[in-house]
């Protein structure tokens, strides 16, 4: 079987249970399978300098045809 079927067939399953000790179970085996998120690493200052080489001169300019679709 495929994940994706395994995955629906696992959601339909548990979708019939009538057990609360049952579902309970399953919950807490489920929890205790997933690792806990990892955290993001700290952002440093100055990680982009000197990433953008150049820009145009005309970058904050807007480009042709789209005049009707920017704010006023």
Known sequence: MRVDE???G???RILH???PELLLAVW???EA???PAS????RQA???KDLIGRI???FDQTPPGFERSMPR
């Open 33 to 35: 399978s997933v690792p």
């Open 6 to 8: 395994l995955k629906l």
């Open 10 to 12: 696992l959601i339909n």
């Open 56 to 58: 145009a001169p005309d």
């Open 28 to 30: 807490k085996q489920l």
């Open 46 to 48: 100055g990680f982009g």
């Open 17 to 19: 249970l009538d057990q």
């Open 39 to 42: 955290k993001k690493p700290v």
